[in-house]
């Protein structure tokens, strides 16, 4: 179980998911044809990039989702509280999302602009101790499990065992006295060698991004930092400087296909600038998390805007917006998570906690019709209507107890669902119920996510 301290997994990738269609009225999210362009081909691509800021954007952010005149972004309430989990993530990279584009040779108009989005993997663990490398007080050595930081220093073995950045301190830690230079690198380790076995480590190298080692002693491997603790070397996100590796989860199972491709963008002259324009489209990623946990995020109907710079001689994406749709029936597959903020348990889903507890009033979601709140008081429904037959409602049969859980789940058009429950426990959420092969319940909450990206030197296969 991971406790999360924010909402970062509302919006902690950028993922997309097919819309699906109960059969009972058309999808708002229609799926484009592909333009007429290179193929999408992993690692055959240009213009490699990574997601370099992101942040769920303001009411006025949101796209017109529903063709009402106004834009659509429910998850705005929540923007301050998740800013710094998303924050966080970005900066210790668990959030790493590549993106490759394809036939993208200029920043100029194109009819025909093809990318994939990937999920990456960077932070390393090579020696499985448990310690990654690359981030913040991460592991100094990513080759031997037995270095990382709470080991305890060996004294005399010329090694910074803890990762401290010195080597051989006392249990007392005072430094070492030893003028030894074992490694013949010029540096003693009385004088600051954190590793004298290793003639590429010493104070004042550069770090070498990749190796596993600590180059330049200040207690991280693959990383440098300043004083505030902001990477300076070897971060994704500096520009042009990184490798990263995709995660295989990045492809669909058993293929080389990308899970999340973007084929029907258009780059044209907008009145400050060059614009990208692209979606809806139909995607899905899957996100470890940790202990077995992994998540199927989606966000439906995916329209992604965003400036086209030329950085040099990269072209990156600023003041982008990807906006879209969080199914209910996505919402409730998310689980194993707790989040203080807004009730979210390990037992129950985010689905519980949007429409059982805390979540649904801070987003302010619409009310259900008055004769289901009659029946199941406190009921609410999504705010967008995507197989257009009537918004969704889902329900707690009993909000007074102290189980906060959806159990009722009620169509669009007045057809009440409740979970099957067998000895006492759920066999089937309401959620997950299907109608004509596809899934009944697809309405969902309206999000718009902000990001610019950097670029990357290059996207390489998983290690």
Request: with cysteine; net charge negative.
């Given at each position: 179980?991971?406790?999360?301290?924010?909402?970062?997994?509302?919006?902690?990738?950028?993922?997309?998911?097919?819309?699906?269609?109960?059969?009972?009225?058309?999808?708002?999210?229609?799926?484009?044809?592909?333009?007429?362009?290179?193929?999408?081909?992993?690692?055959?691509?240009?213009?490699?990039?990574?997601?370099?800021?992101?942040?769920?954007?303001?009411?006025?952010?949101?796209?017109?989702?529903?063709?009402?005149?106004?834009?659509?972004?429910?998850?705005?309430?929540?923007?301050?509280?998740?800013?710094?989990?998303?924050?966080?993530?970005?900066?210790?990279?668990?959030?790493?999302?590549?993106?490759?584009?394809?036939?993208?040779?200029?920043?100029?108009?194109?009819?025909?602009?093809?990318?994939?989005?990937?999920?990456?993997?960077?932070?390393?663990?090579?020696?499985?101790?448990?310690?990654?490398?690359?981030?913040?007080?991460?592991?100094?050595?990513?080759?031997?499990?037995?270095?990382?930081?709470?080991?305890?220093?060996?004294?005399?073995?010329?090694?910074?065992?803890?990762?401290?950045?010195?080597?051989?301190?006392?249990?007392?830690?005072?430094?070492?006295?030893?003028?030894?230079?074992?490694?013949?690198?010029?540096?003693?380790?009385?004088?600051?060698?954190?590793?004298?076995?290793?003639?590429?480590?010493?104070?004042?190298?550069?770090?070498?991004?990749?190796?596993?080692?600590?180059?330049?002693?200040?207690?991280?491997?693959?990383?440098?930092?300043?004083?505030?603790?902001?990477?300076?070397?070897?971060?994704?996100?500096?520009?042009?400087?990184?490798?990263?590796?995709?995660?295989?989860?990045?492809?669909?199972?058993?293929?080389?296909?990308?899970?999340?491709?973007?084929?029907?963008?258009?780059?044209?002259?907008?009145?400050?600038?060059?614009?990208?324009?692209?979606?809806?489209?139909?995607?899905?990623?899957?996100?470890?998390?940790?202990?077995?946990?992994?998540?199927?995020?989606?966000?439906?109907?995916?329209?992604?805007?965003?400036?086209?710079?030329?950085?040099?001689?990269?072209?990156?994406?600023?003041?982008?917006?990807?906006?879209?749709?969080?199914?209910?029936?996505?919402?409730?597959?998310?689980?194993?998570?707790?989040?203080?903020?807004?009730?979210?348990?390990?037992?129950?889903?985010?689905?519980?906690?949007?429409?059982?507890?805390?979540?649904?009033?801070?987003?302010?979601?619409?009310?259900?019709?008055?004769?289901?709140?009659?029946?199941?008081?406190?009921?609410?429904?999504?705010?967008?209507?995507?197989?257009?037959?009537?918004?969704?409602?889902?329900?707690?049969?009993?909000?007074?107890?102290?189980?906060?859980?959806v159990d009722v789940c009620i169509d669009g058009d007045g057809t009440e669902l409740k979970d099957i429950v067998s000895g006492g426990v759920v066999t089937m959420h309401c959620s997950e119920a299907v109608s004509g092969g596809k899934p009944r319940f697809v309405d969902g909450i309206s999000v718009a996510l902000k990001f610019d990206t950097t670029a990357v030197k290059s996207i390489k296969p998983p290690r």
């Amino acid at each position: 179980m991971r406790k999360i301290s924010g909402l970062c997994l509302l919006a902690g990738g950028l993922v997309v998911g097919a819309c699906g269609d109960d059969g009972g009225g058309s999808n708002i999210f229609p799926e484009k044809p592909e333009c007429s362009g290179e193929a999408v081909v992993p690692y055959a691509g240009n213009q490699h990039q990574v997601i370099s800021k992101l942040e769920i954007g303001s009411s006025m952010d949101g796209f017109d989702l529903d063709s009402d005149g106004d834009p659509d972004n429910k998850l705005a309430a929540i923007a301050s509280l998740a800013g710094s989990a998303i924050s966080d993530s970005l900066a210790s990279y668990e959030i790493v999302i590549p993106i490759e584009f394809f036939d993208l040779q200029a920043a100029a108009p194109d009819t025909c602009v093809k990318f994939g989005i990937y999920l990456g993997d960077y932070p390393t663990d090579f020696d499985a101790d448990g310690k990654k490398a690359y981030v913040d007080e991460g592991d100094c050595n990513d080759k031997v499990a037995a270095i990382k930081p709470g080991a305890t220093e060996i004294v005399g073995d010329g090694i910074d065992n803890d990762c401290d950045g010195k080597a051989d301190e006392d249990a007392q830690n005072n430094p070492s006295t030893s003028t030894a230079d074992a490694d013949g690198d010029g540096v003693t380790v009385m004088a600051g060698d954190c590793d004298d076995t290793n003639n590429m480590v010493k104070p004042g190298m550069p770090e070498i991004c990749g190796d596993g080692f600590d180059n330049d002693c200040d207690g991280v491997a693959d990383r440098t930092q300043d004083a505030m603790k902001v990477a300076t070397a070897c971060s994704p996100f500096e520009a042009g400087k990184a490798d990263i590796h995709l995660d295989p989860l990045s492809f669909s199972a058993g293929t080389s296909d990308p899970v999340i491709i973007f084929k029907d963008g258009v780059i044209s002259q907008g009145a400050a600038g060059l614009v990208l324009d692209s979606g809806p489209s139909l995607f899905s990623v899957a996100i470890p998390v940790t202990d077995g946990i992994t998540l199927d995020l989606r966000i439906s109907g995916a329209t992604i805007q965003a400036d086209v710079v030329q950085a040099g001689s990269a072209i990156v994406l600023k003041n982008g917006r990807l906006g879209g749709v969080i199914e209910a029936k996505t919402a409730d597959t998310i689980r194993g998570l707790e989040v203080e903020q807004i009730g979210l348990l390990p037992e129950n889903s985010l689905l519980d906690a949007t429409f059982a507890n805390l979540l649904g009033p801070l987003l302010a979601l619409p009310k259900a019709k008055e004769a289901i709140v009659k029946k199941y008081p406190g009921c609410r429904t999504p705010d967008i209507d995507v197989d257009q037959d009537g918004l969704e409602a889902f329900c707690d049969s009993d909000p007074d107890d102290d189980i906060k859980e959806v159990d009722v789940c009620i169509d669009g058009d007045g057809t009440e669902l409740k979970d099957i429950v067998s000895g006492g426990v759920v066999t089937m959420h309401c959620s997950e119920a299907v109608s004509g092969g596809k899934p009944r319940f697809v309405d969902g909450i309206s999000v718009a996510l902000k990001f610019d990206t950097t670029a990357v030197k290059s996207i390489k296969p998983p290690r």
